[in-house]
Structures are given as C-alpha cells and as structure tokens.
C-alpha cells in the first residue's frame, strides 16, 4: 500500500537512486542524493519523489526539460564532481566485493555531452502525428522529446526528419523501436516493431529516405533504401555495418578504449578477439598481429570481414573470422593454445564460460572491456586465481548521466602459471 513519507537519503544505490535507511528495509527515490530529506510516496522498496526538502550541496539544475519524465537520464541532478566520484566507484565497489586489486585502477575518462552516435528512439504514430522520443521509466508512454543534450547534434536535429519519414509508413498505434546510427555517410535508421508495411508505403517511405538525404532505412531487417552505404572508421579502416547495429556510443570513447587494447597486445603476434561485433578492436589489432575474430552475430561479423578485404591498401595482417556462440561454445584451452594475446567483449552478462578457458589456456596477455563493473569483476577473479596479474583498470564513462559504465581491464600472465579452471 503506497504511503507518504518523509525520508532522509544515506547514499545511491547502484542504478543511480538514492536509499533511504528505515526500519522495513532500504527504500529507493529516484533522483535524489545522499544527504537529502525528501517527501515521497512509498509502496515498499520503491517510491516516487514529490519534493526535496533540505538539497545536497551536489544537487545542480538538470540541462535538459525533460529530465525525470523521458526515462534516459537518471543522474543530471548531480554535480559534475559528485557524479564523477560515485561513477567511478561503481568500478572499485564492484573489484573490492571481489577482494581484487584496486590499486591499478586508472583515473576514469569522460565523455562529453551531446556525443553519442548512437540512439534507439520509441516511435509511435497518433492522431497528432508521430511520437520520437524515450519511453517514460515503468511505462509503455513514449515522452515526444523536444531537445537531448546525450546524442549528437546531428542526430538531434534530424528528430523532425526523422518523424517525416516515419510518418509514411508507420500505422497507428503500434510502438516501433527506431535504431539510429551516425555514419561517415549519414544517419543510418533500422526500425523494428510488429508491422508490416505495404508496397506503397514502402515506396513512400523510399522517397522520404532519398529526399530527406538518410543514408538507409531498414524495416524489420529489409532495405527499404539504401542511397548511401553507411561507413563508420575504426581507426583508418572502414566498415559498413549492418542495419541496426551495435557500435561503441561514442566515437571519441571507443579510441580511448582501443589505444589501451592495442597497447597492450603490442607483442602478441596472434590475437584472439572474441565478441568482436563489426571488428572494433580486431581491425585496429590487425595493424600489428595476425587476428582470429570470433563473433555469434552473423551480419555483423560479415560486416568485420567485408571491412577487412576492403581494406587491403591499409596493410593489414590476416584476420579470419568464426560464427560462433560463445556463451553456449567457447573456445577451449586448447583451442587458444596458438593466441599470445585474448581479447574479449560481451554483453552485460559477462563472459564467465569463456574466461575459464582462457584461465587454462597458455595464453599471456588479455584485455577485457566490460559495460557492467559486477560481471568484469566476476571474470577478473576468475583469472586472476588462474595465475594472471591485473595491471590495471580504466574506468570508461561513455553513458552520460546514466548509472551504465564501461571499462577495460588489462591482465598479464607469466609462463608457467596457467592452471586449469576444473583445479579452482
């Protein structure tokens, strides 16, 4: 039964709210800060804020007007450098839980608002025309945003365009799902949901592409159009990736986080990249060493591989490509004994089958770049009782105001020390 209730907030929780300690246990407030007493409407763990009371010292002005309505942002509330601390404890929170090495842990690294390439939009068509925005936390609504100070501004401007050519195909009613990608040649739309266009909204809404100038629309995976093919760089290696597809969020973010893999695969003459995605680490590795790309996304890896043989004039070494799942089949010890180096980034589960292999495998060097501090500190433990030292871990933010965090983390191994991962 929801109450009102006065509460004062002792720290944030992991997913960015503020706790509050009372006698039946934590209860979580959004937007709120540790120190804060605030009015809320509680219904057991979870309340709604109604007012702050007493503001921390940290508590800014949000940046943007649809703050706590949208459901992107959850931290604009916090100071720059109260929002820089908590991030980056997220990180050694997780590797203390894990009795691992905190001292390596590298100052984290910042994006910067309106940097983000990549944006998956809710659509949905009303009788006042197309919806474009976020969909509003715990709800189905989709809030039409006006403005977004995370996305690029190219992609920000092109809302209005966006919702033109939306607006010829999409029927009334049905929430769409609109994957938007910034390439070299334009904005790239992948849009899926359950609709089925006809042939004459089809046909508009490939007129709407090329007079719009959109480098390609997909619907539920079919080109509709394609004027232009997408490129996105991986350092001086282009790729067209297919529609929809996952890309580091911002480009400045995923250089940062590349020169630290590459760095320290500098002396491994055979690397094993695995969950390589279109290819961002393994063509950038491909400069200096033999690489094996191992992914389970089809279109995806054939987008690394195209990348690769249209890129024979940047001298590359020879990278072969796997489809592969490798949460169900990793590869085994055996499997990696040819690999000096190992370079792995999964999804927020982590990699945990994977990385007892590679805990018994012979190989030296590894890099893992992670979207969730709990799983790479699982998986770092993992390794490091298989023998591998942690040098070091570096906190990415590339998730602006939201509790995600990326990071990557750099191990070393001596020969001799491998041990198997059914010995732990």
Not at 15 to 27: F, I, L, N, S, W
Not at 35 to 54: P, R
Not at 99 to 125: G, Y
Not at 389 to 408: G, Y
Request: net charge neutral; glycine share 6%.
């Amino acid at each position: 039964m929801s109450k009102t209730a006065t509460l004062t907030i002792d720290h944030l929780g992991a997913r960015g709210d503020g706790v509050a300690k009372t006698d039946a246990g934590p209860v979580f407030v959004p937007y709120t800060l540790p120190g804060e007493t605030v009015t809320a409407i509680a219904d057991g763990k979870q309340a709604a804020l109604l007012s702050v009371k007493t503001p921390a010292a940290e508590r800014i002005e949000p940046v943007c007007v649809h703050f706590e309505t949208c459901g992107g942002c959850s931290l604009q509330h916090m100071g720059e450098d109260a929002y820089r601390a908590w991030k980056a404890g997220l990180l050694s929170q997780a590797l203390s839980a894990r009795s691992l090495d905190t001292s390596v842990m590298q100052p984290a690294r910042f994006c910067a608002p309106q940097s983000r390439r990549r944006a998956v939009f809710s659509a949905i068509s009303t009788e006042k025309g197309v919806l474009l925005g976020f969909q509003q936390a715990a709800s189905n609504h989709v809030v039409d945003i006006t403005e977004c100070h995370v996305i690029t501004p190219e992609i920000d401007a092109a809302r209005p365009t966006i919702k033109e050519l939306l607006a010829t195909f999409l029927p009334a009613g049905k929430t769409v799902h609109v994957t938007v990608n910034q390439t070299h040649a334009g904005l790239d739309i992948a849009v899926e949901g359950k609709i089925a266009p006809e042939d004459s909204r089809k046909r508009a809404a490939a007129d709407a592409v090329r007079r719009l100038g959109f480098a390609r629309l997909t619907v539920n995976g079919e080109i509709i159009l394609a004027p232009k093919r997408p490129l996105v760089a991986f350092g001086d290696v282009t790729v067209s990736p297919p529609p929809g597809a996952f890309l580091q969020a911002v480009p400045a973010m995923e250089e940062q986080m590349a020169d630290i893999v590459t760095a320290h695969m500098a002396k491994s003459k055979r690397v094993a990249d695995l969950y390589a995605g279109c290819g961002t680490f393994a063509l950038r590795l491909a400069k200096n060493s033999t690489v094996h790309a191992v992914e389970g996304d089809g279109p995806a890896l054939a987008a690394l591989d195209r990348g690769f043989r249209d890129n024979s004039d940047k001298r590359l070494k020879t990278v072969t490509v796997e489809r592969r799942d490798l949460a169900r089949r990793p590869l085994t010890a055996s499997e990696l004994k040819p690999y000096d180096g190992v370079v792995f980034d999964p999804p927020r589960a982590g990699a945990e089958a994977q990385v007892r292999e590679i805990a018994g495998s012979p190989v030296r060097h590894v890099a893992a770049i992670s979207c969730n501090p709990e799983t790479l500190a699982r998986d770092l433990a993992i390794l490091t009782e298989a023998g591998f030292t942690l040098k070091s871990v570096t906190p990415i933010d590339q998730f602006i105001w939201t509790p995600h965090l990326e990071a990557v983390a750099l191990l070393e191994r001596k020969v001799g020390k491998k041990r198997h991962w059914s010995d732990m």
